[in-house]
């Protein structure tokens, strides 16, 4: 199948700085790309569609001036949380979608812990 | 505004014994429904997807029907065994090819 990969797995850092996170297609374009983030025992919750070459698509609530997604190529989309605190201290997950099949495939994740 | 529940949201069974997973969304006009497994603290892997003119799909030992007009679907696991613990979700693709995850079920098999 059609992998997708996150970097970094995990990162730690201080409130008020930014982290950036990419998401990458190996073997596929993918012209949308989708972030979630996840609570401890709780479901994904999508925050934004990431379209190549254009703006994203945020879902009511989440603020595009604190989680900035820029979607550069067909291969890569990245999220960058901007002066990060400790609530923002999440699980997020990305995802590509393989339009021959319309389907999306998810990446492992990004931890990231907020101190 | 799609809601997906998923019943029960934990589950313990022995190892062998055959389980159901219930998912019911709110909103029948999907494209498609996946089922996940999620291990702790790791990514998503997807079991099976079931486009919406289809009632079944099966990998395997796991088994996922759809009845769109009713809102459910269910997963069938077989024989369960340890290394299926884990937790189960499932998700409905709706306009904007957008994802929308139930709350999911722990499942654990004990020996």
């Known amino acids: 199948g059609a992998v997708v990969s996150q970097h970094p797995s995990w990162v730690i850092c201080k409130s008020g700085t930014s982290v950036k996170i990419e998401c990458r297609s190996l073997?596929?374009?993918?012209?949308?790309m989708f972030w979630y983030r996840q609570f401890p025992k709780q479901s994904l919750m999508l925050m934004a569609t990431?379209?190549?070459?254009?703006?994203?698509?945020?879902e009511q609530g989440v603020e595009k001036d604190k989680f900035l997604i820029n979607h550069a190529s067909l291969t890569l989309s990245t999220l960058t949380v901007t002066s990060a605190h400790p609530e923002d201290s999440s699980f997020y997950i990305c995802?590509?979608?393989?339009?021959?099949?319309?389907?999306?495939?998810f990446g492992p994740g990004t931890r990231l812990t907020v101190l | 505004k799609q809601e997906v529940t998923q019943i029960p949201a934990a589950l313990s069974v022995p190892e062998g014994e055959n389980l159901v997973l219930n998912c019911s969304f709110t909103?029948?006009?999907?494209?498609?429904l996946q089922w996940f497994r999620q291990d702790p603290g790791k990514g998503l892997t997807s079991l099976l997807l079931?486009?919406?003119?289809?009632r079944e799909q099966t990998s395997g030992r796991l088994n996922a029907s759809l009845d769109k007009s009713s809102g459910r679907s269910t997963l069938y696991i077989a024989a369960s065994q340890p290394g299926d613990s884990a937790t189960y979700l499932c998700?409905?693709?709706?306009?904007?090819?957008?994802?929308?995850f139930g709350t999911g079920t722990q499942l654990k098999v004990e020996l």
């Open positions: 073997d596929f374009q993918a012209t949308t």
């Open positions: 990431s379209n190549e070459g254009s703006k994203a698509t945020y």
């Open positions: 998700a409905v693709t709706g306009g904007g090819n957008k994802l929308t």
């Open positions: 995802s590509a979608r393989e339009e021959r099949y319309n389907e999306q495939f």
């Open positions: 079931i486009q919406s003119s289809q």
């Open positions: 909103d029948s006009a999907i494209y498609n």
